[in-house]
């Protein structure tokens, strides 16, 4: 193994990305399968899932993925999702808290309603099923290769922008934070906790700003580097935070943002 493939490889390992079957959450699965991981898929739609499983096995990557229905938007699917992962495995070493949802609207008209759904997928189901399932992280843990949990955050939680998603933004800030908790309080437990917080990437919940190349460049001519995300960029980002590359990185808040992150239209005395 040449000391790129030692730095950044996963092979053995084995990981739960949720909300894969789209997506970040499949650009994460493809990556982690094609550095040798085995991966588990899973989302809402069982079929979705093990469909996306079948095209990455027919890859021929060192990895293999498995797919499955797991539903984090109540207690009751946080519970089943763990059941199902303890039934394959008594070791994760990797967790990605992908799945998320969103909610638009005007301010006057925003609904009550989406605040609790929005924070109930995007913040409650990231630490209830992270905190059940952390004998299996503990397991798969050790000194110089500990277990990695990744959440899912956005751009739009470290800028003051909502775009109508006011509770989106809102619920991203607090996964940032909540990552920043876990990372102390896990650290002991040799477990690292990190977010990314993507720009704009071409998705299921973005497409409609983003389902057509049109659409995409013209959206990516507003990010400084000059267009949106591309899967690589988050496959690097994974392969990163999971290997030995970043075994000693916790508490950090990815941007793969393009520099939107730093953005900003004020100038002081240049004009």
């Known amino acids: ?54 095209e990455l096995n027919g890859l021929g ?18 519970a089943a999702l763990v059941a199902e992962v303890r039934a394959r495995t008594e070791r994760l070493h990797i967790l990605v808290n992908n799945a998320g949802i969103s909610w638009g609207a005007p301010l006057e008209s925003f609904p009550y309603h989406a605040w609790a759904k929005v924070f109930g997928v995007n913040v409650t189901a990231v630490f209830h099923l992270t905190r059940e399932l952390l004998p299996l992280l503990e397991a798969a843990a050790s000194d110089a290769d500990p277990a990695r949990v990744i959440n899912l955050g956005s751009v739009m939680g470290t800028q003051p922008l909502a775009e109508d998603a006011y509770s989106y933004s809102a619920s ?21 906790v990190n977010a990314f917080a993507p720009g704009p990437f071409q998705s299921r919940m ?28 988050i496959a690097g980002a994974t392969l990163y935070l999971c290997s030995r590359a970043g075994s ?10 393009g520099g939107q992150s730093v953005q900003h239209g004020l100038t002081l005395f240049k004009e």
């Open 1 to 54: 193994m040449s000391y790129l493939d030692e730095l950044f490889s996963v092979v053995g390992k084995t990981a739960l990305v949720t909300g894969a079957a789209t997506g970040i959450g499949r650009m994460a699965a493809t990556a982690l399968v094609m550095a040798g991981a085995s991966v588990m898929i899973a989302s809402r739609k069982s079929e979705d899932c093990v469909g996306v499983a079948g």
């Open 61 to 78: 990557a060192p990895g293999r993925a498995e797919g499955f229905a797991g539903d984090v938007s109540s207690e009751a699917g946080v």
């Open 172 to 192: 991203k800030a607090a996964v940032h934070h909540l990552t920043r908790i876990l990372a102390i309080e896990f650290a002991a437990r040799r477990i690292t």
């Open 206 to 233: 973005t497409a409609f700003a983003t389902g057509t190349e049109d659409q995409a460049r013209h959206v990516g001519n507003h990010v400084p580097i000059g267009r949106i995300g591309a899967p690589d960029d």
């Open 248 to 257: 000693y990185v916790t508490g950090a808040i990815l941007p793969i943002d």
